[in-house]
């Protein structure tokens, strides 16, 4: 399975990132004790110096200087800057996407979709820059008109994780400067090259449409970092993206301040298969759910609720396909399934497929490392486990290409089960009977933020909003009227006629 020779190959990616870092117009980063690693082989791309506290408060500084000029900046002049990211993404798509592939380990398919995600935002928001719409409603006063408007907010700190580098930094980002905001970003420690390429980008769009560049800025490091931009009270939004624990300890400390939150927690996703349902293309979709980006995403699908008559072929199709999976460099052609992020992912899988067979869990194929490419590199062949019910550990997320097959009589208990989680991210149902897939989408079906038909839990398109209940946060990000949480309402009284009427019809003479 593409064995590498990891110093040898470590060498080679590292001299490749350089190149690229390069053609997309950013700066070799400066040495330090932030090492930027490749799951590829385990071994190290660069180093970086991580942001001090000084220059974290002073890039948020900048931001907040910068938001003055640029929230009187009408809204079709601001989109110049997304409109040009734009472009530059399209010209840079492969260079960008490859160091998607070298940095977070997708394959160059889904490295390269996660680019075209960018673009798409990009236009989504150069659109939304002409329809930042308010409303008019009428007045019980005559004489009088009421409405609301929409401001700018003020600064919005992104922070991003790793499993997608740089497309929700652009769901954020587009919005937030055509809504005239100005952008702190703070990736994860584990992809900050990405970082790199996508400010020194964004930047040069600003530049060449004679925008402030100081619009958007970049803070690297860890955990400190983060809580640094967090409690910053001159940050008005943050918008955070990773797990149900960093969103328990982000949301408090906001909200102690007073600001707002956007979180992106959690997904513990499930789909249920009736009895009438194509089981073909449930497979084909669940396959693509389970297993892509070797089941980091935080709409990957880890549950499976089937219909007891249909159980035993649905599961047949999926562990055949599955041991046809090819797993292996996801630099190399025909690979399906690249390596998780690190050590610890591969720990945490181990972990909870022992959980799970401690349960009763039958564990049908996969689960065991891929040798051949060194002792820091993680490559696991995605697993399917048979259980007899949802145990403590399906009801958590386990990042990693792990998929639970749970059973069922009736669509009711089904959607009990698919609800009795406490992430609430993404839901999926494959049937060909209208009542049911209704039934799933009805107020008392899916409890998700995201529901679907015959499709799998993965693959949003940027046209809708994106985001989910429960753990996972309750933000929305991405489409539909995502941009409002990028801005602030106002509700206005104009008074055009020569009398002072007061409201609810009071007299105070």
């Known amino acids: 399975m593409n064995p590498i020779q990891t110093e040898d190959s470590t060498r080679e990616l590292r001299a490749r990132t350089e190149g690229l870092l390069r053609a997309l117009g950013a700066k070799t980063p400066e040495p330090g004790e932030l090492s930027a690693r490749t799951p590829i082989t385990g071994g190290e791309l660069l180093t970086l110096r991580p942001s001090s506290a000084a220059e974290v408060d002073a890039a948020v500084e900048r931001a907040a200087a910068a938001f003055r000029d640029w929230r009187t900046v009408p809204a079709p002049q601001r989109a110049a800057v997304v409109r040009r990211l734009a472009q530059l993404l399209v010209e840079h798509q492969d260079e960008l996407g490859e160091l998607v592939t070298l940095e977070a380990g997708k394959i160059g398919a889904e490295a390269r979709g996660e680019v075209q995600e960018m673009i798409d935002i990009c236009e989504f928001a150069l659109g939304l820059s002409r329809q930042l719409y308010g409303r008019t409603m009428p007045s019980e006063r005559p004489g009088h008109r009421l409405m609301e408007t929409w401001h700018p907010l003020g600064v919005v700190g992104v922070i991003s994780a790793f499993n997608f580098p740089v497309a929700v930094w652009a769901w954020n980002t587009a919005l937030a400067l055509v809504c005239g905001d100005t952008v702190v970003w703070k990736p994860s420690d584990m992809t900050p090259l990405t970082a790199l390429a996508c400010h020194s980008l964004v930047q040069r769009a600003a530049v060449e449409v004679g925008a402030n560049p100081e619009v958007h800025q ?5 955990g400190e970092v983060g809580a640094q931009l967090v409690g910053d009270s001159r940050v008005a939004l943050v918008s955070a993206t990773g797990s149900v624990r960093m969103g328990q300890i982000v949301a408090p400390r906001v909200a102690e301040r007073f600001g707002r939150c956007l979180l992106e927690l959690g997904g513990n996703n499930a ?3 009736t009895p009438s349902a194509d089981l073909d293309l449930a497979a084909r979709g669940i396959v693509f759910a389970a297993a892509g980006t070797a089941g980091q995403r935080c709409t990957s699908l880890r549950r499976l609720i089937v219909h007891a008559d249909v159980v035993g072929p649905l599961v047949e199709r999926i562990s055949s396909a599955y041991r046809q999976l090819r797993v292996g460099n996801p630099l190399a052609d025909g690979v399906l399934v690249g390596p998780l992020i690190n050590g610890r992912s591969y720990t945490a899988m181990q972990e909870a497929l022992a959980r799970a067979q401690a349960d009763g869990g039958e564990l049908i194929c996969g689960g065991e490392r891929v040798e051949g490419f060194g002792d820091d590199a993680f490559y696991v062949r995605p697993a399917i486990v048979r259980m007899p019910a949802q ?8 990042f990693a290409p792990i998929l639970y097959v749970l059973t069922y009589h009736d669509l009711d208990a089904a959607i009990e089960l698919h609800n009795g ?3 609430g991210l993404s839901s999926a149902i494959f049937t060909r009977n209208q009542r049911d897939a209704e039934r799933f989408l009805a107020a008392d079906g899916s409890d998700c933020g995201i529901a679907n038909v015959n499709i799998g839990t993965s693959g949003a398109e940027i046209g809708g909003a994106f985001g989910g209940e429960k ?7 991405s489409g539909s ?8 309402r106002a509700t206005n009284t104009v008074n055009y ?3 002072l009427p007061l409201a609810q019809g ?4």
């Open 497 to 499: 006629s020569t009398e």
């Open 391 to 398: 145990t403590a550990v399906v009801r958590e997320e386990t």
């Open 421 to 423: 989680v406490p992430q």
């Open 471 to 477: 753990q996972t946060g309750g933000g929305r990000e």
């Open 506 to 509: 009071i007299r105070f003479e």
């Open 218 to 222: 970049l803070i690297q490091g860890g």
């Open 271 to 273: 789909a249920v298969v």
């Open 481 to 488: 009227d995502s941009w409002k949480a990028y801005m602030r």
